[in-house]
């Protein structure tokens, strides 16, 4: 690999600079159109002028600014907004388990990211540079000196002993960070292509010129001789820097501007590679991390035979100039023509009359005088009303612009999704850039961010499946990122849907098929207040992701273990099980058996436990026995029992009658079922109270079962 000098790098930096230095003046100039200030500079002292004087000479104009462009930049920026507002993580197989936790981590991590970076903030900021300037573009990189506060280094003197204070504590030193992803927005006009390139993603490199306070670039270089003096000497020049409140350019000589030379991996530079220079060297290069591209880019229209992009503007500036030509003439009548005038015969006289309350009278000498009423300019106001008309229309959002009446929810989220597919071109774009900006972000994430900056995003209760998120490999990406709207319309949308799936199949679903759907109700997406419908749920997804992984899962006897041996039975059933390794298949299999061992003793303890109760439930019924009288002893009354015992008194006589001749059959095998039975886990307490019963005097089963009857009664 053949490494660039400083020569090479500027010379690349001056014919890219070149190339597209008209594309570079539109987009700087439809910032001033956008805000207004275009036509004139608003500290101009000629243009107040003009303004305050009562006369106006032929050569003196007035320029009015009716920023209808501002307007449109706001709806546009709006529609694009409310269909690509955000996106993401899915799973790129939903049948396998692995893919699923992969998405939701990943989610976890973009979601986190999202609030970390501000970026609803900068997706606004990205939506403006789109439409606006017609190219948005980003850097995501780490940056060391961001993050949290870890610590402090050790402070050392001249001869590199620690120093000490009068304490005798250790002095503190630099501090350390614990670093973080910073995603930085990049004005188009600083993003530089090379000349011959016919598209930007193909473009073998990009350059991205920024400016650099002199002091915070010094401190990077600080030790190094070379590099000081580099960023000395790029101190010591001034430069224009593009300022839109000013809306010119401004001069700077605290700053120093850097070059990032960044080159996409390629045969010449098979792992990427970057060069971080001023005019006057480099300060810093190497391979480019992890073999990333750091820059994220997208364009509105596309300009044939070329690679760069136009904004919606440029059609949009001669309707808008038409405008301001139309209403500034409409103001210079206004001044010039505006007041009536008086047209009297020559040598007439015109004097003041007497004045009554809210009457002034003139006197004329002569013949009466010929009013002449002002001009307003009215033949110019039809013409600039066609324009702003055709300019709405130019601009694709006329319908946006008319009232909506009260419409059933269903009736507006449908008319949304019609509305919406006339920007679907440009929203794809911006859904394309979202997109790419969420893949890079992951990406790095994985490999930069440790278990204890993940934790925070992920959750503690996800601390086990971190691994997970951290083993996705490139070669093998199993997470896909799709776009995904999060305005009213698309959670509306979402939320009618889920509740039609409730109202209709709520009975036949499980308390974890609910807490799922629950889960995904954008609206009713509370993890504590629907948290105990998916422990099962979570539980069992945790089992089958350490299986998977080799790890060995010691069962709960609190788990719910029907359900988690379905979902077991479930993994086990799917197409990729057959292809694990045979530990781990046994392993599956072996916990299963345990749950169905776990399954089996609770019932036979609860069997236990309900061995000695008779069912009371049903309607009261008289049998012919006699009892004596509660309220009377000296009297017997006739017996009323419930119908569930006397059903249940009925089948255990039956039952017990074919058991008790069986065991007269079988002899001596009744020994044999009676240890049998011990030995499933009757218990020492069972086997004990068979030992008393043996004591005391035998009686029949008849007479057994009608002793627990009267104890009921």
């Not at 070379?226 to 350019?249: C, I, P």
């Not at 300019?391 to 694709?396: C, D, G, I, N, T």
């Not at 539980?539 to 709960?556: M, Q």
Request: charged share 25%; glycine share 6%; hydrophobic share 35%.
């Amino acid at each position: 690999m053949k490494k660039k000098t400083i020569d090479d790098l500027n010379k690349c930096y001056r014919e890219a600079e070149q190339i597209d230095s008209d594309i570079f003046s539109e987009q700087r100039s439809n910032i001033l159109l956008v805000s207004g200030n275009h036509y004139n500079r608003k500290n101009s002292a000629f243009w107040n002028r003009v303004r305050d004087s009562e006369k106006l000479n032929t050569e003196q104009k007035i320029r009015l600014t009716k920023n209808h462009i501002y307007r449109i930049s706001k709806i546009r920026k709006n529609i694009i907004l409310s269909h690509a507002s955000g996106v993401r993580v899915y799973p790129n197989n939903e049948s396998e388990m692995q893919d699923q936790k992969c998405a939701e981590l990943s989610q976890s991590v973009w979601s986190y990211a999202k609030i970390q970076q501000n970026l609803k903030n900068k997706t606004r900021q990205f939506v403006s540079d789109f439409f606006d300037i017609g190219e948005v573009a980003c850097k995501v990189y780490w940056d060391e000196h961001a993050g949290k506060l870890v610590g402090y280094e050790q402070s050392v003197d001249d001869e590199g002993q620690p120093e000490v204070d009068d304490e005798g504590q250790p002095k503190k030193g630099a501090p350390i960070f614990s670093g973080d992803l910073i995603i930085e927005r990049i004005l188009a006009f600083n993003l530089l292509r090379a000349p011959d390139a016919k598209d930007m993603e193909q473009s073998p490199y990009l350059i991205y010129r920024k400016t650099v306070d002199y002091d915070v670039l010094l401190n990077m270089v600080k030790g190094d001789e070379d590099k000081e003096k580099m960023v000395q000497a790029g101190k010591d020049e001034t430069f224009l820097v593009f300022d839109s409140n000013r809306q010119n350019y401004s001069k700077d000589k605290n700053i120093v501007t850097l070059r990032e030379h960044y080159y996409r991996p390629c045969h010449e530079y098979p792992e990427g590679y970057f060069y971080i220079c001023t005019e006057m060297g480099v300060l810093f290069e190497g391979p480019l991390p992890y073999s990333e591209f750091p820059i994220v880019y997208a364009g509105h229209d596309e300009i044939p035979t070329t690679c760069r992009h136009h904004s919606p503007i440029k059609q949009l500036r001669p309707y808008q100039i038409e405008i301001n030509r139309a209403f500034s003439k409409i103001a210079e009548h206004q001044i010039t023509l505006g007041d009536d005038k008086l047209i009297v015969q020559a040598g007439a006289k015109v004097t003041q009359g007497s004045l009554l309350s809210g009457v002034r009278t003139i006197q004329v000498s002569g013949m009466a005088p010929t009013i002449l009423p002002g001009r307003s300019g009215d033949q110019y106001f039809a013409y600039g009303e066609a324009q702003i008309s055709e300019l709405y229309s130019a601009a694709m959002i006329a319908e946006e612009l008319e009232e909506k009446g009260d419409q059933d929810a269903w009736a507006s989220l449908w008319k949304s999704i019609r509305n919406k597919k006339k920007f679907v071109i440009d929203a794809e774009k911006f859904e394309a850039f979202m997109v790419n900006l969420c893949s890079l972000y992951l990406r790095l994430a994985r490999n930069y961010f440790d278990d204890n900056m993940l934790v925070p995003m992920v959750g503690r209760n996800e601390k086990v499946n971190i691994s997970e998120f951290k083993s996705i490999e490139p070669q093998q990406y199993q997470v896909r990122v799709e776009p995904a709207s999060d305005d009213i319309d698309e959670q509306m949308g979402k939320q009618l849907m889920l509740n039609h799936v409730l109202q209709f199949s709520s009975n036949q679903l499980e308390k974890e098929d609910i807490g799922r759907l629950v889960r995904l109700m954008p609206f009713a997406n509370n993890e504590k207040t629907f948290e105990d419908l998916t422990i099962d749920y979570d539980r069992a997804t945790n089992i089958i992701l350490a299986l998977d992984r080799g790890e060995s899962v010691v069962p709960n006897k609190y788990d719910k273990e029907p359900y988690i041996v379905r979902r077991l039975t479930a993994r086990m059933s799917q197409s990729d099980f057959q292809v694990l390794d045979p530990q781990i298949q046994e392993n599956y299999a072996n916990l299963a058996g345990l749950y169905e061992q776990q399954e089996a003793e609770k019932a036979k303890e609860l069997q236990a436990m309900t061995a000695d109760f008779i069912p009371s439930g049903g309607a009261q019924i008289k049998v012919a026995w006699y009892i004596k009288d509660p309220t009377n002893p000296s009297r017997s009354v006739q017996a009323t029992l419930p119908a569930e015992s006397i059903n249940w008194l009925v089948e255990r006589l039956s039952a017990q009658g074919a058991s008790q001749e069986q065991l007269e059959m079988n002899g001596a095998g009744a020994a044999d079922v009676v240890k049998k039975y011990n030995e499933m886990g009757a218990g020492g307490q069972q086997q004990q109270q068979q030992s008393n019963e043996a004591q005391e005097p035998l009686q029949s089963p008849n007479q057994q079962l009608l002793a627990k009857l009267q104890g009921v009664l």
